[in-house]
Structure formats: structure tokens, C-alpha cells
DNA sequence: GACTATTTGACGAAAAAGGTCGAATCGTCT
DNA sequence: AGACGATTCGACCTTTTTCGTCAAATAGTC
């Protein structure tokens, strides 16, 4: 049976992430994984490849869970200030959760893990057009002023990722008094400056 | 010189504690030790024999301060009832925290570690002796009251610890509305009968 | 009872971990 | 300077752990 088989397959994921997240990559061994699933070691290999398998189909998971737990979030939000605030609550309390958990197992293995980019650079993607979606409603609504007002709000925020473009939330509009790029600081990798 | 030595001495046991307390003793390597000193593999192997030795280092020191707090936290209070409060508090927040820290490594080794039983029992003791003194007192005080006048507290408690002896304190006196024998129970094993 | 899906124990190879030892380094005293 | 103990560390050996495989056993279904 095929839904038998995912059923298997979840089990063990979910069973995985826990103890991955507590242990990290190296420190979790397959034995664990298959005693808290209730299974001989051989058998987990009859669902997984190896342990890297495992660890990649838990953080893809995860990875998805969030992206739609944030999508859901957002969904009915009409003001880009607040919709911008949500994105930054919910990211930063869940995504970061992640980033801590996989860069943390990075160090076990260093270079390895190039799966682990991939789903860090399409993150940061969607994250690039979801704010810069939020910001462009904002400057069209009026909450947001941009000091260049020639920039698209995606370069805006593409360009600040990378170069700490000095854009403005203005003050007038929301309770922003930060600058953009520091917000994105903020936001992408959890520095605040003052 | 000896301070410097036992100096270091100290920072393996709190740098060990920490890792020991998240990933217990199997997974605790001697590397990750020494790395997180600063230090050579080798050399912690100069302060202790080995990896059971400076576990042990840590839960004595671990217990010998949870001993400390718990004695100066009660020294000034007089009330016997608050006394017993106190010592209830700290000791569930402090002491479970210890048992909970070595019986998840003692599973690790299972019937290693004599050790810890001693510690173990040591602590028995020690508890007996310090609520039992507390209610020795309230009795003085006219805080408590016994069914059975004859028992000793110190009888009282041990006997309690064992046999559940049904013995009261007044609801007269103080705000105590639980039989002793289950506040024993709550004490020594977090359990609380309704 | 044949055929597939699933489980498992035994096993080998490779990696990791505990622990040793001798040489190097540091600090201090004369 | 140099002698001497305290401390550090890299190289190394040995044992244990761990990953991953395989063939046989079991369960389930048509």
C-alpha cells in the first residue's frame, strides 16, 4: 500500500526532526532514529537512502511548514505595515528556528550539504519577492517613502541584501523609525544595530 | 601554582556541565570537551583521568550548590510553614533538574555509576534530616499536629517516605490542606494526589 | 500458495572516540 | 642564562561505535 508507505515514511521523519533538532546531524545515529520509530536499523534504509536523506527530506519539511504557515498568516491582511510585521514575527521566530537548526548541523560537515544552500537561496527568493511584494503595496498606498523613488521596491530590497542601499522607512507613515536595510539586517540575519 | 590549577580545573567542570547537560555523557566527546576549553585533547587528561571522572566532578559540584542555595535560602526564615515552602520550591526547581540530568545519562550506562546512588542517597538523607527539622519545629510552634504524638519527625518522615503513613497537618494551622504522606510524595517524586 | 511489501539480525568496513606518551613550551626562581 | 616543575599538545594505538549492506524471514494480499 502506497499510503502505508508514506505513513512509514512521515513516522520516521517526524521521529528524525526531533531528535536531529535536539542532537544535530552527527550526534543523531540511525539506531536512535530507528528504536524511537519502533523499527530495526534496516528497515529505516528500506525508506531512506542514508542518514543525509533522512536529515534532507526533515529540513524540506520544515522548510515547507513554514512557508505556508507564513503564507496562511498573511493571507488576509490588508495594511503592508502590519503585513510586513507579521512577515517579521513569524519569520524570525520560525525561520530562524531552522537556519539555527541546519547551520548548526552545517558545522558538523562543513562543505557538504549543498542541498542545504539550495533551499537557503530559494528561501531567501521568496522572501526578496514577498517583502518587496508588501513594500511596493506600501509605497502605492502611501505607508512607505523610498529616498530613490526610481528604485522598483524588489531592487530595493535585492540591493540592500547586498549593499546596504541607505533606504528609508519614513518616519511619518507606521511606527517604522528604522532604516530599510538595517530592517532587512533585521530580518534576513537577525542584527540589530543602533 | 595551585590556584591556576584549580582554576582550570573549574572551567573544564563548567565547560563539561554545559555539554554533558545537553547531550548527556555518551554523546559528550572528550574533544568536544577540550575544544570548548580552549585546550588539547591531552591535556584535560592532565587535569582528570577521564570522562567519568570529570562527570563526577560535575554533579557534585552541581549537587554540593543546589546543598548551598537551598541552605541559604532557609536560614533566615522562621515560620516553619514557610520554611517548608521554600525548601519544596527550590528543591522540586533545583533537584529534579539534577535527577532528571543524571537519570537521563544514567540510561546511557545503566548500571555504571554507583556513584550517583551514593550522591543519590546522600542527598535521601540530607532531606530527611532538613524537613524533618522543619517540622520538628512546627510542632514546637504549634504549626503542625500529629495524629500519633509518639512519632518522632524524623521517624515521621522516613517512615512516610517508605509506607505512607497517614499523618496530617492541621488544617488549622497555616494553609496547608494535603496530608503530609502526599506532600512527601510531591516532595521526593513530583507526584500530587487530588 | 505465489507474489510483493516490509522487517530484521548478522556482518564488514570505516570512522570516531577514549586514552597514552614523549616532546615541546611556558613560567619562575636562582 | 639556565634549571626545573607545571602545562600543553600532536602523533599514535586500541577499542568502540556507526553506517550501510545483504540475504533470509515474516506479514499481507490476491
Chains 1, 2 share one sequence.
Not at 530507528?34 to 529505516?44: D, E, L, N, V, Y
Not at 536529515?55 to 505595515?81: C, G, M, N, Q, S
Amino acid at each position: 500500500m502506497l499510503v502505508q508507505h508514506e505513513e512509514a515514511k512521515l513516522k520516521i521523519i517526524e521521529t528524525a526532526r526531533s531528535i536531529f533538532s535536539h542532537y544535530g546531524f552527527k550526534k543523531t545515529t540511525m539506531e536512535e532514529i530507528a528504536q524511537a520509530t519502533r523499527k530495526g536499523k534496516s528497515s529505516i534504509y528500506y525508506y531512506f537512502e542514508n542518514k543525509e536523506d533522512i536529515f534532507k527530506a526533515v529540513v524540506e519539511k520544515e522548510a515547507e511548514e513554514i512557508r505556508t504557515e507564513l503564507h496562511k498568516k498573511i493571507a488576509d491582511v490588508e495594511d503592508p505595515i502590519e503585513r510586513l510585521k507579521i512577515y517579521i514575527t513569524v519569520r524570525m521566530r520560525k525561520f530562524n528556528k531552522l537556519t539555527n537548526f541546519y547551520s548548526a548541523i552545517k558545522s558538523d560537515y562543513l562543505s557538504h550539504f549543498e542541498f542545504i544552500e539550495e533551499i537557503r537561496k530559494s528561501y531567501d527568493l521568496d522572501e526578496v519577492k514577498a517583502i518587496a511584494g508588501i513594500i511596493q503595496d506600501g509605497i502605492e498606498k502611501g505607508k512607505f517613502t523610498i529616498d530613490d523613488p526610481q528604485l522598483s521596491a524588489i531592487a530595493i530590497v535585492t540591493a540592500m541584501k547586498g549593499l546596504e542601499v541607505p533606504i528609508f522607512v519614513s518616519k511619518e507613515h507606521g511606527n517604522f523609525e528604522v532604516r530599510l536595510n538595517n530592517l532587512i539586517n533585521f530580518l534576513f540575519y537577525g542584527i540589530v544595530k543602533r
